[in-house]
């Protein structure tokens, strides 16, 4: 890549980076002045959650005007900079007073623990950023519907879900009525380099986010300081929530955005900040529109404080007479919260009652006719054959039982939760759920939840008044996430056909209790400080849990790019779920497949034990502490001079990455990119189907036109005449699923040498996907 190139599309990038940040600026100085419990993660949270807002609206806004393209959001971003600043000059002027904007500071320095702990966290994060930006993603879903969505918000600037021809782009049905709010991000993260290099930057983004929340969270439910960053640090640093950050999956911006919701719903209820007020409706509705479950979850937000509401009034006369005043809902701070709220919550939910998915401008004369339909399975025509008549027997034959209907669509739906579908008394069921969540949430979940465990011990100190709102409402929050966690849809690892069955799959389905997760880590903090459990036993709990994530997030990256390869053909879950019946032959296959890859997964682990150690050094031996950083860059000059500093060594390290995720990119995708970059001109439509991996048809140049043609087994001739008369030369398809035997047949005869199709790229379309070229 040309380093101009590369400087250009950095530079593009950093202006939708820094575009919000004086508006998120004057909204969190502004929140300062109206919360006497300020702090730095406060001040942090506020920020990052208002960027989030402004951006988020800021693409609905230009998708729904079919704008969203690189020209119309840098000019956004320029009109917002200007607008806010000009705003604050404003204020400013008028006001000179009000403007004494200085960052908070920490009411007590940090002690040596505390850095530890902060240390570990942030070396997980750099690990984050430095694997999305240098490894593209497999996630099965991402490749499915999650980026295709994007690539075609891309190549038409708008939100549809149609590709050229008419039809949708993914065959995942329920996809194509999804909210996609956090989707929007990663687009802002594709546009500016034209290619996914950061597309999962915004899942970095809701970590970091998650932190703070669950952070705060804990300090407001009475946790000490150091037991809320050991809580917080934990659930970060879950191999699980860990291995969620490298996709597109929904469910770690879901939990992220409602612990945020939370924590700004009882800081208003406390504070009673507007601009607290404005940004948890803003944050609800944001929430409401991130996945369709998230409804339930932004539902219970704006009911728990709507109840806390009518407690106050009706306890307290004078706040009913004083605090409850209509003008305050007619200001402009709040007045933004709530369209923030409609726009956020409302849009995807309303665009899909009013134009599902329009088809774009630019049709031209292609026409599918074959619309998207579920695959049939052809019935054979019975063979007639000639056969004796048989006597007549004596025995009556059976009456034919009627079949069962099949069971209605919400049924299916119940029948997929983990509510449903588990046992108690099936002993298999507690294996299957005990190993999934033993090896996939690992020491950090386990810390978690032997501390909350421990929590009736607390009725033995005596001295500490247990029965008070804040134990109330954390035990009526952990309950209620827990029971929302068991009857979300496909919990149980299956599709809900029949009953009294899960799943290994559930496994990789927990990221779907996050929410609890996050409400289990406060409640260990805040019994942590009941207990007042030692802080050399937290730091080094926090110290191992997290070697443990960065270690077995790198082992099941490894796993999971072994079976997307095919250099392996056991898939995570069901790996993990070996370990059930037959320990040692499972043992035997992990030892396999990470065999060839020893170091590459243990570099981080290493680093990160050096670094700690060295951290310890500098603490413990060289320092009686880190203010020594407080003195190097005393002055605003040198401030703005480490900051030029630290971009160009970030210019730098970024087109290295970029580099690195090419080769990365070459050696997972099998070199699909490189192919399609050389043997096809950018005109060229490449068809596909009865692909997971369809965003591998794409390629590296995300302008390219990539038709679904839905397969019919039983009309081949006219699916092939079809594609000759819309110019499809080049069909892809693979790596395939579960398909009926007819189909497999069809495939075969297609492929086959006097078949219509010639191969062209890959081998086998049973494990990867491969191209075919029209003879």
């Not at 680093?607 to 203010?627: D, E, N, R, T």
């Amino acid at each position: 890549m040309l380093i101009a190139q590369h400087l250009w599309e950095f530079i593009l990038f950093l202006i939708i980076l820094i575009g919000p940040i004086p508006l998120c600026l004057s909204l969190a100085f502004g929140n300062q002045k109206e919360n006497s419990n300020y702090s730095l993660p406060h001040f942090l949270l506020v920020l990052i959650t208002a960027w989030t807002i402004v951006q988020i609206s800021t693409g609905l806004i230009l998708g729904s005007l079919d704008r969203l393209n690189i020209f119309s959001i840098i000019l956004a971003e320029f009109l917002i900079f200007a607008i806010a600043t000009n705003l604050i000059n404003y204020q400013e002027r008028r006001d000179p007073s009000s403007f004494n904007w200085q960052i908070p500071q920490l009411k007590q320095p940090l002690s040596k623990s505390e850095w530890l702990i902060i240390f570990a966290s942030a070396f997980a994060g750099f690990v984050l950023l430095a694997t999305l930006a240098t490894k593209p993603t497999t996630n099965y879903d991402s490749l499915w519907f999650h980026l295709p969505a994007i690539a075609r918000w891309y190549q038409t600037g708008s939100f549809t879900l149609l590709d050229a021809a008419g039809n949708w782009i993914f065959e995942q049905e329920q996809a194509r009525v999804y909210p996609y709010n956090w989707h929007v991000l990663s687009a802002f993260c594709v546009i500016p380099f034209g290619e996914d290099f950061l597309a999962a930057f915004p899942m970095l983004i809701a970590w970091v986010l998650e932190g703070l929340s669950v952070y705060l969270l804990s300090v407001k439910f009475g946790a000490t300081r150091i037991h809320s960053m050991a809580a917080s640090s934990l659930v970060l640093t879950v191999p699980m929530m860990l291995n969620q950050v490298n996709t597109i999956h929904p469910d770690l911006p879901l939990a992220a955005i409602f612990t945020v919701g939370l924590y700004l719903g009882l800081s208003y209820y406390q504070s009673r900040s507007l601009s607290e007020l404005s940004l948890f409706l803003a944050s609800t509705g944001m929430l409401a529109g991130i996945k369709i479950t998230s409804l339930v979850y932004a539902g219970a937000l704006l009911i728990g404080l709507a109840i806390l509401e009518i407690k106050r009034f009706a306890v307290n006369q004078k706040s009913r007479q004083t605090q409850f005043i209509l003008v305050n809902f007619i200001k402009p701070v709040l007045l933004c919260g709530i369209a923030c709220f409609l726009l956020l919550g409302g849009f995807w939910y309303a665009r899909n009652l009013l134009q599902i998915n329009y088809p774009v401008g630019d049709i031209g004369e292609i026409k599918v006719p074959l619309q998207p339909v579920p695959q049939p399975s052809p019935v054979k025509p019975p063979t007639p054959s000639i056969q004796p008549s048989p006597s007549p027997s004596p025995v009556k034959p059976p009456t034919p039982s009627i079949p069962e209907p099949p069971p209605s669509p919400l049924l299916k739906i119940w029948r997929s939760t983990l509510a449903a579908q588990f046992n108690p008394s099936n002993i298999s069921h507690w294996q299957t759920l005990g190993l999934q969540i033993t090896i996939r949430l690992q020491l950090p979940f386990m810390a978690i939840a032997l501390q909350v465990l421990a929590a009736p011990l607390a009725l033995t100190k005596g001295k500490t008044k247990l029965v008070n709102e804040n134990n109330i409402i954390l035990n009526v929050l952990l309950f209620s996430t827990g029971i929302l966690y068991l009857i979300t849809p496909y919990t149980s690892g299956t599709a809900g056909e029949s009953i009294g069955y899960i799943s290994p799959l559930l496994g990789f389905n927990l990221r779907y209790g996050f929410p609890f997760l996050s409400l289990l880590g406060i409640a260990a903090a805040a019994t942590a400080t009941l207990l007042r459990t030692p802080i050399k036993v937290v730091v080094a709990v926090v110290l191992v849990s997290g070697l443990f994530g960065i270690t077995s997030n790198t082992i099941f990256d490894y796993i999971k790019d072994a079976s997307f390869t095919g250099n392996s053909i056991v898939w995570g879950s069901l790996l993990i779920d070996n370990f059930k019946s037959n320990p040692v032959e499972a043992s035997k296959t992990v030892g396999q497949i990470l065999a060839v890859g020893w170091q590459y997964i243990l570099i981080y682990p290493i680093l990160y034990i050096v670094s700690i150690a060295l951290m310890v050094w500098i603490l413990f031996k060289k320092s009686p502490g880190l203010g020594w950083l407080n003195h190097l860059f005393p002055s605003r000059q040198r401030s703005s001079y480490l900051v030029i500093i630290f971009v160009c060594i970030g210019l730098i390290v970024i087109g290295n990455w970029r580099e690195k995720r090419d080769i990365a990119r070459t050696e997972l995708y099998r070199g699909i990119y490189e192919y399609i970059d050389k043997n096809t001109v950018v005109d060229e439509k490449i068809g596909f189907f009865l692909s997971s991996r369809s965003y591998l048809f794409y390629g590296k140049d995300l302008n390219r036109k990539v038709l679904y043609v839905p397969f019919r087994a039983d009309r081949l001739p006219e699916w092939i005449d079809n594609l000759r008369k819309n110019k499809v030369n080049i069909i892809g398809f693979g790596p395939l699923t579960d398909t009926d035997e007819d189909t497999r047949k069809a495939l075969s005869w297609l492929t086959s040498a006097k078949g219509p199709l010639k191969p062209v790229f890959g081998k086998d379309f049973n494990i990867g996907s491969v191209l075919y070229r029209l003879k």
